[in-house]
């Protein structure tokens, strides 16, 4: 009988062997944590389909942001829900909006130890649901990138770090980028929605931040969930229009995209971990299916080594608190 000599067994027979070899680490920095904050109420109201989340108020936004500070995570990017909705979409621009009295409230309290990320996009603050201005039953592009600019120098100026424009309005990065310049903020970076798909992942988002469209849907605007190779081509004109980083969204559906924007660009890639795929996992775990806590472990570690950076997770503050104890899992 002819005996291995190569046993690679032999680097999984101890945990000090295990942690030596492993390849891939997540670490709570490596987290963004999506937070959604909502105009003119006075109670957090719970998310039913996204268990341990809440539509918060500014204090509670900022009771949890303190929370997630405490067990290392240390990035946030806030959703806002507007108490008046128009055509426009005008609240999401409006000095005094909801996100950017959050942003000001956040900095505030925290300074520089929290790394402020807000979304742009239209959907949560237009009445008709979408992503920009209509013209008919169409998203209108180039109006609707003018109105980015406006929000992007708002945000800037409510004290965002980040901008992370999520519309998939062709040119949105070059027309963010030329405004925040334009108004004195050429220090805030730009992480762009560069592959985000029209997909059935972001049902409970959807109720979370009262974002459905009323009419029609967004396969005019989100990428088709069958194409990779268009990823790539859209996350390379984001960094030509000057996007600091590149995400793609879902993550777990699109893994090989993922992949194959890091292999192909040389900025820091994000992944957004989003809605359904949190309910998913809180779902089964309610149920008894699943080990949460393994599951979880694998499912960031999956779209960390498929080549994200960095992860939005709406299990950013649980999985930070866990990630010391992870070696017992085995």
Not at 106 to 117: H, K, S, T
Request: with cysteine; net charge negative; proline share 5%.
């Amino acid at each position: 009988m002819t005996f291995p000599t190569q046993r690679p067994r032999r680097l999984r027979s101890r945990p000090a062997l295990r942690r030596l070899a492993r390849e891939t680490w997540l670490a709570p920095e490596d987290l963004i944590y999506p937070l959604f904050v909502r105009d003119a109420i006075d109670e957090p109201r719970p998310i039913e389909a996204m268990p341990g989340h809440q539509q918060h108020t500014i204090e509670s936004l900022t009771r949890e942001a303190e929370a997630a500070l405490k067990v290392g995570v240390r990035s946030f990017v806030l959703f806002g829900i507007p108490a008046q909705k128009d055509a426009q979409g005008s609240e999401a621009w409006a000095e005094n909006g909801i996100v950017q009295r959050a942003l000001g409230h956040l900095r505030e309290a925290f300074g520089a130890d929290a790394l402020l990320i807000a979304d742009l996009c239209l959907c949560e603050y237009t009445d008709h649901g979408h992503c920009g201005v209509l013209e008919g039953e169409t998203v209108a592009n180039d109006p609707t990138l003018e109105l980015y600019q406006r929000i992007a120098v708002a945000q800037a100026a409510a004290g965002a770090d980040v901008i992370a424009p999520s519309g998939m309005m062709d040119g949105q990065v070059g027309a963010i980028r030329s405004a925040l310049d334009r108004q004195g903020y050429a220090d805030r970076a730009i992480l762009a929605y560069a592959a985000k798909y029209a997909s059935a992942f972001y049902g409970p988002f959807r109720e979370a931040a009262g974002s459905a469209p009323r009419m029609g849907d967004r396969r005019g605007y989100q990428m088709d969930p069958g194409n990779a190779r268009e990823a790539v081509r859209e996350a390379r004109l984001d960094i030509e229009e000057g996007a600091d980083i590149v995400m793609v969204k879902p993550a777990l559906a699109y893994l090989d995209v993922i992949r194959a924007v890091a292999d192909t660009t040389d900025v820091p890639v994000a992944a957004y971990n989003v809605s359904g795929e949190y309910s998913m996992v809180k779902a089964a775990a309610l149920h008894g299916w699943i080990d949460e806590r393994r599951v979880l472990r694998e499912i960031l570690l999956g779209i960390r080594r498929a080549g994200a950076q960095m992860i939005l997770t709406y299990h950013a503050k649980q999985v930070a608190a866990d990630i010391p104890c992870w070696d017992e899992l085995g």
